[in-house]
């Protein structure tokens, strides 16, 4: 009896007209099937009734994986859109990905997170005010974004653009040069960043996107930044994948993350590309980074820290302090957040590791989709958070590489005796907060006062001499 009082209840709302229209033919859009599983008018007052209308959704798997068809393709990412809904009351019952961190726009560019969520049923559901919505796992970061981002990006005389390549489907594999032509490379530090391996993981891109704004932005920072280095940066590894809507391959089924040691036949075009660029970027000098930019659906931002058992000590520890870095003063990130992982050559880590034995170091950070910190009481992923955290990686790696920018001074102590002396020439007067670190664990913040005269601070150690860097920073406050 309960079936048919539904199908009454159906018939009657698609006759006048209340159906809804599902699609995803657009730039990353994704959806498998969908069921109209339920129907139902709610009285909401005593003249007015809301349609209750629920969904069963069945996201649409990857292609077989013809390099690892041991691997069962992912069916994680999905977007859609629907027409229709204006008025009603939609519920979205997800049967192969977890919606939890679904989110819903009007405009396609505006997003929102479903507040009703029932983790149990993996469904979502929500009013809608606007006849079109579109849904989709995360804020879709997709190629006409990209597209649009490049052009402003581009504008600027210190940043060129290439193509290294095209995908399988045609698609450019673009590349960022970022640099202060007027000085010379040898007295720059050579960074490679790529993204986006897993398309399914927009919030990889909201963090570039965080650091690019600030490393192109017109400021004395982002002017020492860029004559202290060389960035390349490959915003979409895998474009066929973000255009298509997959989660975690290219077009062809292939994860191209552990794609780096498989033999030519099911190597993807993709990946080829990435390795004769980087191959030919490096042929006099190797790269002093590369970051392979990713998201996880552990809910904290990680690094893939290569450990000292698969590597070397002196390996680890340079991972260990970009790692660490990366936490400073950073209120979404911790140190207890870390992965520890061994780079296998089938990711790019292990590729490097093998070619350069070190000297590059190759990390993966990964950046979560719902909250920090394993913390659901903190403040949720969102994309200003996402690009804040693209703006502390940045300061990391600068401060990684030593580089001395406006404000946050890095000097070199000098030891002498159970002394270590640190001195700056050219420091106005003022208060400053002083920080110290070793693998960068910050040892100590305090505040001096500097009289006119060079800037001299003396740390004494009890034992062992402290020998890591200092760094000065100035509040804005105290700076004129
Ligand atoms: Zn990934």
């Known amino acids: 009896m309960k079936w048919l009082f539904i199908l009454t209840f159906l018939a009657a709302g698609l006759q006048e007209g209340h159906s809804v229209k599902f699609s995803a033919n657009f730039d990353s859009g994704s959806l498998g099937k969908v069921n109209l599983i339920d129907s139902v008018w709610v009285r909401s007052s005593r003249t007015d009734s809301v349609l209750h209308l629920a969904y069963e959704i069945i996201s649409r798997q990857d292609p077989d994986n013809p390099a690892n068809p041991e691997l069962k393709p992912s069916a994680r990412w999905f977007y859609f859109m629907m027409e229709g809904v204006k008025g009603k009351h939609i519920y979205l019952d997800f049967q192969n990905t977890d919606p939890m961190r679904a989110v819903y726009s009007y405009d396609a560019k505006h997003y929102q997170r479903f507040e009703d969520y029932q983790a149990s049923l993996r469904k979502v559901s929500a009013f809608f005010s606007r006849d079109t919505v579109y849904v989709a796992y995360f804020v879709p970061y997709g190629q006409e974004l990209l ?47 790529h993204a986006r391996v897993h398309p399914g993981e927009s919030p990889a891109n909201w963090q570039l996107d965080g650091l690019l704004g600030r490393l192109t932005e017109d400021t004395p920072v982002a002017r020492q930044y860029r004559r202290q280095s060389v960035f390349y940066v490959v915003p979409f590894t895998n474009p066929d994948g973000v255009y298509g809507g997959y989660s975690r391959s290219n077009a062809r089924g292939i994860n191209q993350e ?41 809910d904290k931002i990680s690094y893939y820290v290569p450990t000292q058992e698969s590597t070397n000590s002196q390996y680890h520890e340079k991972a260990m302090r970009l790692a660490y870095l990366t936490t400073d003063d950073n209120p979404y990130f911790f140190p207890e957040d870390m992965f520890y992982s061994v780079p296998a050559p089938r990711y790019v880590e292990g590729w490097l590791w093998n070619r350069t034995g070190g000297r590059t170091l190759a990390m993966t950070i990964e950046m979560p989709y719902s909250y920090y910190n394993e913390n659901p009481d903190r403040s949720w ?55 110290t670190w070793d693998n960068a664990w910050i040892l100590c913040d305090t505040v001096v006062k500097k009289h006119p005269g060079p800037f001299r601070y003396v740390i004494r150690a009890e034992g062992e001499p402290y020998s890591g860097p200092l760094r000065v920073s100035i509040p804005a406050i105290w700076q004129n």
């Open 381 to 435: 992923v969102t994309v200003s958070s996402l690009r804040e955290n693209g703006e502390f990686l940045l300061r990391a790696i600068s401060d990684y590489f030593g580089w001395d920018t406006p404000g946050r001074h890095i000097l070199k102590g000098t030891i002498r005796g159970n002394k270590t002396i640190f001195r700056y020439d050219n420091l106005p007067a003022g208060e400053y907060r002083v920080f």
């Open 147 to 193: 597209q649009e981002r490049l052009k402003h990006w581009t504008a600027s005389s210190f940043v060129t653009m290439d193509t290294l390549g095209t995908s399988m489907m045609g698609l450019p594999i673009q590349m960022l040069t970022i640099t202060d032509p007027g000085v010379p490379e040898k007295e720059k530090n050579r960074i490679w960043i």
């Open 258 to 298: 552990i794609n780096w040691d498989h033999n030519d036949s099911v190597t993807s075009v993709e990946v080829k590309v990435l390795r004769a660029r980087m191959d030919s970027l490096t042929r006099e000098c190797p790269f002093d980074l590369v970051l392979n930019m990713h998201a996880q659906s552990d």
